[in-house]
């Protein structure tokens, strides 16, 4: 066990299993960056967990996401590559993966003389958040939209709602490249639950419609490396196997114990039902996934414990009827 010794009095912390090597992407530079090609003239920029793309064009720059962790780092990102490609450092474009200020929270620091572009429903979004870090799009689409900017062509696709209700898919045809943010952490498991995603069933069922297109390269909105089709074929698996061991847990585990030690407290018999249901559909997998992919004995409990619910209240699994 790791000792917390700042002298705060904090409890001892606890031990997590290595981190793959697999999952760790390249070294930051001094300034908290790092920025590289994918494929020509399209870029990507991480600080270790987010994610920001770029494309260079003969009218300027299209950016991809703003998120508030990268900030100013972007436009030394741009200004680092077209000091080196001999290109236009000028933002002209903001693309909005989806509404969360993790993802967009930059968005303002490129003014007002950038075109911003997302899904309808982001722009009702941005506008009920009014947050002047994120201004709202002004150019919107319903279902998929076809960008063509300085001689690139970039496709916008909304299939429904997974992480969030305005999350959209983003193809580069000629690059090799999709960027679907939040869906596959590429070389980690999700996020706490499942990225903290308002359609489970939806984000779920993304993977499948990502592996839909062509592409070599993925961004994916956080940590360190690009992701492969590989990455998102592991996700699956995993989360495969959660789900069986879930939908196994819930017809193994008797809840009987629970609500008969908390007849007049349901609350307390129910968090200690499905945490013991959580806890035995994430056992195996974090055992089978350990070496495979970061932070599974971080997180691999809380996801379980959201597909369960999922599985329940979505698809009504064990959610018998009373005779």
């Not at 590289?36 to 720059?61: I, M």
């Not at 076809?146 to 045809?173: A, K, Q, V």
């Not at 980690?188 to 390269?217: C, I, Q, R, T």
Request: glycine share 8%; net charge negative.
């Amino acid at each position: 066990m790791a000792t917390n010794s700042s002298g705060s009095g904090a409890a001892t912390l606890p031990e997590y299993a290595p981190v793959p090597a697999s999952a760790l992407g390249p070294a930051l530079n001094d300034q908290g960056y790092y920025v590289g090609r994918v494929e020509r003239n399209l870029y990507w920029v991480t600080d270790g967990d987010y994610h920001s793309a770029f494309l260079t064009t003969l009218d300027g720059v299209v950016l991809f996401d703003a998120p508030p962790t990268l900030g100013h780092n972007l436009q030394r990102a741009v200004d680092e590559i077209a000091a080196a490609e001999g290109v236009s450092n000028k933002v002209t474009h903001l693309v909005y993966t989806h509404h969360h200020s993790d993802h967009a929270g930059a968005s303002s620091i490129f003014g007002t003389n950038v075109t911003r572009i997302g899904h309808d429903e982001c722009r009702r979004l941005l506008l009920r958040d009014n947050d002047k870090a994120k201004p709202p799009a002004e150019e919107t689409f319903a279902d998929h939209r076809t960008l063509e900017i300085g001689g690139e062509r970039i496709e916008l696709t909304w299939d429904g709602g997974n992480h969030s209700p305005d999350n959209i898919y983003i193809h580069f045809p000629d690059h090799d490249t999709l960027m679907l943010v939040d869906i596959v952490l590429p070389g980690w498991v999700p996020f706490y639950g499942v990225n903290l995603s308002e359609d489970v069933p939806g984000w779920m069922e993304a993977p499948s419609k990502a592996l839909s297109y062509p592409w070599k390269h993925l961004i994916a909105g956080h940590l360190g490396r690009l992701g492969t089709r590989e990455d998102v074929a592991l996700h699956q698996r995993y989360l495969d196997d959660i789900e069986a061991g879930a939908k196994a847990a819930l017809v193994s585990v008797d809840p009987t114990p629970y609500y008969q030690r908390y007849g007049d407290n349901p609350w307390a018999a129910v968090k200690l039902h499905l945490d013991a249901v959580a806890e035995a559909a994430a056992a195996p997998v974090i055992e089978k996934y350990k070496d495979l992919l970061g932070a599974v004995d971080v997180f691999t409990v809380p996801t379980a414990f959201s597909i369960l619910e999922s599985i329940r209240l979505d698809l009504g699994y064990r959610m018998d009827v009373h005779p």
